[in-house]
């Protein structure tokens, strides 16, 4: 079973940055949309971006023009480049992948804390 393992996150200061990456632990054909995901204490989950195959992305209001997805089609990895952060950026975040074969996967969520 293919899954997907994120790496980054952590803890850092307002006005920092972090890269999320994504990766599939084997094999993925026919990959279509590539996005990231998050949830806050108390929060429902939230997309914060998505690209697709053709490298059209989509950004969530409350990240446009600070946060950059960005894919590797290759090796089916996926980056969330965050800039500006702020502490409402706070929360777990989750990277997602869905295929052409109606395949769905999730990774295992990872830690950003925003804190001076």
């Known amino acids: 079973q293919v899954q997907l393992v994120q790496s980054g996150g952590g803890l850092v200061q307002p006005g920092g940055s972090l890269r999320l990456s994504c990766a599939p632990s084997?094999?993925?054909?026919?990959?279509?949309?590539m996005g990231w995901y998050r949830q806050a204490p108390g929060k429902q989950r939230e997309m914060v971006a998505t690209?697709?195959?053709?490298?059209?992305?989509f950004y969530g209001d409350s990240v446009k023009g600070r946060f950059t997805i960005s894919r590797d089609s290759a090796k089916n990895t996926a980056y969330l480049q965050m800039n500006s952060l702020k502490s409402d950026d706070t929360a777990i975040y989750y990277c997602?992948?869905?295929?052409?074969?109606?395949?769905?996967?999730w990774g295992q969520g990872t830690q950003v804390t925003v804190s001076s």
């Open positions: 084997g094999t993925l054909f026919s990959v279509h949309t």
């Open positions: 690209i697709d195959n053709s490298g059209n992305t």
């Open positions: 997602h992948t869905d295929t052409f074969l109606g395949r769905a996967y």
